[in-house]
Each structure stands twice: as structure tokens, then as C-alpha cells.
């Protein structure tokens, strides 16, 4: 077992299921400690159970990530359990899908709430932590849609847009605090969250788009996080990576 986020702490929103659930075994199987954060605790529970049964370390926190009481009780929690706050990666999202006449403000809200609001307090609840553990490491959960324009997703590409606009300012400021603060924007990810959006249709219109022809996994993302969340990417900030099969750069 690659040993190369031993003695960190961490703290992954939407942790419980999907790409979120992927890096916290990833983190946990690399020696860190993680904090499995989700809206539902009974989930986030079941997930750090398993990661603790597979020999990792991990605990469970239940709460909204719109809410900026969320973080910084689980900030606080995980610094003063273990004496450090190392990690943080932002991937909580609420998703729907609808043409532009048909957005009303309560999914505006909830969208923006979820996937832009929540990396604006994580980040203002993680820096603090991070600064007294002399740096740390904020990872942005992006998406290829950050760059691209989607027919029925404009809430959806505006958020993903503005938390890569987030990223970059965020790491102009915490760099001379020795915080790095970088986004992953996937590609296709059929996560149980995805697959309620996307129909046998679709999916072959993407994995046709796609060069590497085939659509991602979660252990992709992971794997990604994972070098951000470590030393090897220690001269790294403010970068998007694309983990997305190519399927931004091409024009099929």
C-alpha cells in the first residue's frame, strides 16, 4: 500500500458515494486520515466503516455543505482530534438538468448553493487549519463542462466555471501561506448522481466524443486527487487538470 499521504488529515465533501467516496479510500489506502462529509450521515457513516474494515482511517460527518457551520465543525473536529488539517477537496454537487425557460430560483439556489457557496466556506474554514500546519493542500471538483457549453446545463456549467475562477484566485491568495489550492475537471463519470441524467442515447453520443474511447471512472478522478493532495505536485496551484479522455480538445 503507497504510503504517500501518511499522517495526513483530510476532510472530502460528498464523500459517502460516487467520486467523493472513490478519493477518501484512495486517501485513506495512501495513510491519511479522512473525514467522510455528506448530507446524509447514515451514508457517510457506512462509508468510513468500510474504509476502516479495509484498513484505513477514516470518521463520519453528517451536514450541508451550503451551510458555512458545516466546515468549520468539521474542520475544527478533525484538527483538534489529530493536531493537523491537511487536506480539503470540494465535491459535493446537487445537479439538475432543464432548458433555459425552465430554471426556477429554487434549483438556481440549490446549485449554486451546493457547488459554488460550499467551496467558498470550505476554503475560509480549511485556511485557518491549514496555515497552523505550516500549508496544506484545497482540491476543486470541476468539470469538463467548466469549459464547455452544454444544451440544458447552464447552471450547471456556470457553477463549474466559477470554481474554477475560484481556484485561481483562491491560489494567488493562500500561495504565500503555503496553501495550494487546484481543480480536477472531469469528463463523463457514470456515478449513481449521473446516471439519472444520462439515457443510453446520450451516453453513446459521449463515448463517441471521447478519444480514449471510453467514458471515466471514479478511480481516475482518485487517482488525480491524490497527486494534488501530495507532495508530488508541491509546486502546483491554481491548476485545473483535465481528466477527461480528451473529450474537451476535441472536435468529433
Not at 133 to 147: D, E, L, V
Not at 165 to 194: D, F, H, Q, Y
Amino acid at each position: 500500500m503507497e504510503q504517500g499521504l501518511k499522517n495526513k488529515v483530510a476532510l472530502v465533501t460528498g464523500g459517502a458515494q460516487g467520486i467523493g467516496r472513490a478519493i477518501a479510500q484512495r486517501f485513506a489506502d495512501m495513510g491519511a486520515t479522512v473525514g467522510v462529509l455528506d448530507i446524509q450521515l447514515d451514508r457517510a457513516e457506512q462509508a468510513a466503516q468500510e474504509i476502516r474494515e479495509s484498513g484505513g482511517n477514516a470518521q463520519a460527518f453528517g451536514g450541508n455543505v451550503a451551510l458555512r457551520e458545516t466546515f468549520t465543525s468539521a474542520v475544527a473536529a478533525l484538527e483538534q482530534q489529530h493536531g493537523r488539517f491537511d487536506v480539503l477537496v470540494n465535491n459535493a454537487i446537487w445537479v439538475r438538468y432543464s432548458p433555459i425557460d425552465a430554471i426556477t430560483p429554487e434549483m438556481l439556489e440549490r446549485m449554486t448553493a451546493t457547488g459554488f457557496h460550499s467551496i467558498v466556506w470550505g476554503i475560509q474554514a480549511a485556511t485557518p487549519a491549514m496555515e497552523r500546519n505550516g500549508g496544506g493542500s484545497i482540491i476543486n471538483i470541476a468539470s469538463a463542462a467548466g469549459f464547455l457549453g452544454i444544451p440544458g446545463a447552464l447552471v450547471y456549467c456556470g457553477v463549474k466555471a466559477g470554481a474554477l475562477g475560484l481556484t485561481r484566485s483562491a491560489a494567488v491568495e493562500l500561495g504565500p501561506r503555503k496553501i495550494r489550492v487546484n481543480a480536477i475537471a472531469p469528463g463523463s463519470v457514470p456515478t449513481e448522481g449521473v446516471r439519472m441524467h444520462l439515457d443510453d442515447t446520450l451516453t453513446a453520443k459521449r463515448l463517441a466524443r471521447t478519444p480514449l474511447g471510453r467514458l471515466g471512472h471514479v478511480d481516475d478522478i482518485a487517482a488525480a486527487a491524490a497527486f494534488l493532495a501530495s507532495d508530488e505536485s508541491s509546486f502546483m496551484t491554481g491548476e485545473s487538470m483535465l481528466v477527461d479522455g480528451g473529450v474537451t480538445h476535441a472536435l468529433l
